[in-house]
């Protein structure tokens, strides 16, 4: 009798041995399997399932990349802040991933997810859609004043890729080019693919001709005029002749600098040789030329930057009056506490700042009112339509009459014809900058053509 008693407690004694083993070995392949945060399942794992999918190689599927863009990392506030907000995301996505598709990246601000045998491209592209949606959807309260989205990258198996590493390479150029302005598609092609390799090999030949004492780049300035057509100032335009290729234009060349970090070191340059011009211009009989010159973010961002055109005006003997900055609405949108007292600065030294493509940002009229900004530049999409079209033409009035209620001078750009100058000036524009007068021309060209017996 006493036997058997000892024997059911031992049988319940390793049953409970038994329990406890199996939840420490659970907790412990939850603490390596499963991220703290927003318990998905690991990088790891999801390699341990591509490769077993691809040895079986008996079904399709997709692989996706979805980082969080630049506005989650800018949530600086706390850390813990940015693990909410990340367990919130991912709680988003599983519903439309499935719990089991959706896994966490080794970096903190990316999920990795598989679309096992989906029917079709459509139905790839049609899962990424609905991704992107609900990232973007607004937070409750406290996070309501955070808002941020997404990019994404997708290839295919085995259309795009045989193994895991070309999947996450064709995943991560298709995310890349997906942050391209107006390139829709995030779901990689061949097309897409050639497309990175060209960009690739254009950037390391702007890098070389970079080192390369700035191989094949010149400055192009174009007149801005006033209502009776006298000359006020220029813009300086960048153009690059590169060697081998010929030439490209600012609208290929300019967003791979940017991307690339390159763009500190052209516009430094640019910044440079258009004050050196302008010191020419100046020490001749043109004594109120000034000269426009266009910043992009990295550029204001840096450190050092207002030290850096402090030191040029003053190696150059030149007054800050001589020169306009230009910076876009969106980039001053991207770090607006930053941009305002970076541009405030710039106006300390007597420089005139000009807010480039207005009105296709997303500025607010109260932002605008607290920006350190002297002109508003009507861009070349608005003048296009005059004087016919009564929508643009309301657009401009629209710009027009803020800039009065602010202050601001405003130029419009892009104009070609007769009829949009008269237009513009009509409705009180007050400088105008466009083919009308001429296209942007080399130093000598425009110091013939517009200096002479001036300088
Ligand atoms: P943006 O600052 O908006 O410059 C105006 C663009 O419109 C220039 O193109 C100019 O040549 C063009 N344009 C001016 N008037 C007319 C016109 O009447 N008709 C037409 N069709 N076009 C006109 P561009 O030189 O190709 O430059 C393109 C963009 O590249 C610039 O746009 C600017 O965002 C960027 N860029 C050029 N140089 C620099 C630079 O030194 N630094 C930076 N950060 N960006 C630059
Ligand atoms: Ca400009």
Redesign the pocket.
């Known amino acids: 009798m006493e036997d058997k008693l000892d024997c059911t407690e031992q049988l319940r004694q390793a049953k409970i041995e038994l329990q406890l083993e199996k939840e420490r070995s659970d907790q412990l392949e939850k603490l390596l399997n499963h991220d703290p945060d927003t318990g998905l399942k690991q990088r790891h794992i999801l390699v341990r399932r591509i490769n077993r999918l691809i040895m079986e190689n008996r079904s399709r599927f997709a692989f996706g990349i979805l980082r969080l863009d630049k506005h989650y990392q800018r949530i600086r506030h706390t850390r813990d802040r940015m693990k909410v907000l990340l367990y919130i995301s991912s709680e988003r996505l599983k519903p439309i991933t499935g719990e089991n598709n959706l896994y966490q990246s080794d970096r903190s601000d990316e999920f990795l997810f598989i679309i096992p045998d989906y029917k079709d491209r459509k139905d790839v592209e049609n899962q990424i859609e609905e991704m992107i949606i609900k990232i973007k959807e607004p937070h409750n309260p406290p996070a309501s004043d955070i808002s941020f989205g997404c990019n994404v990258g997708v290839a295919l198996f085995p259309d795009h890729a045989n193994n895991l590493e070309e999947l996450e390479v064709n995943a991560e150029i298709a995310l890349g080019i997906f942050k391209e302005k107006n390139w829709k598609g995030s779901l990689y092609s061949p097309e897409i693919g050639r497309h990175y390799h060209e960009n690739q090999s254009l950037e390391s030949l702007l890098r070389a001709c970079i080192l390369n004492n700035f191989e094949g780049f010149h400055?192009?300035y174009?007149p801005i005029v006033n209502r009776n057509k006298q000359l006020i100032s220029c813009?300086?335009?960048?153009?690059w002749d590169a060697p081998e290729v010929g030439v490209v234009?600012?609208?290929r060349f300019?967003p791979l600098a940017?991307e690339s970090g390159l763009?500190i070191y052209?516009?430094k340059w640019?910044l440079y040789n258009a004050l050196r011009q302008m010191k020419k211009w100046l020490e001749g009989k043109m004594k109120n030329l000034q000269v426009s010159?266009?910043?992009?973010t990295l550029?204001l961002e840096q450190d050092d930057f207002i030290e850096t055109v402090s030191n040029a005006l003053k190696s150059l003997e030149l007054p800050g009056e001589a020169v306009h900055l230009?910076i876009?609405e969106s980039a001053v949108m991207a770090n607006p506490e930053l941009a305002k007292n970076r541009l405030a600065a710039l106006q300390d030294l007597g420089i005139e700042i000009m807010l480039?493509?207005f009105g296709t940002g997303y500025s607010s009229l109260s932002a605008l009112n607290q920006f350190p900004i002297n002109t508003l530049?009507i861009?070349?999409e608005f003048v296009d339509v005059l004087p016919e079209d009564p929508h643009g033409l309301e657009m401009v009035r629209a710009i027009l009459g803020i800039a009065k209620t602010f202050g601001f001078t405003t130029l419009a750009?892009?104009?070609?014809q007769q009829e949009q100058f008269d237009c513009l000036i009509g409705e009180g524009c007050q400088l105008i900058?466009?083919?009308?007068t001429s296209?942007?021309v080399g130093a000598s060209e425009f110091e013939e053509r517009f200096l002479s017996g001036s300088v």
């Open positions: 400055i192009a174009q813009e300086a335009l960048l153009r234009s600012p609208a300019i940017e763009i052209l516009g640019v010159v266009n910043l992009s550029q230009e876009t480039d493509d530049k861009p070349k750009e892009g104009i070609e900058q466009g083919y009308i296209p942007p």
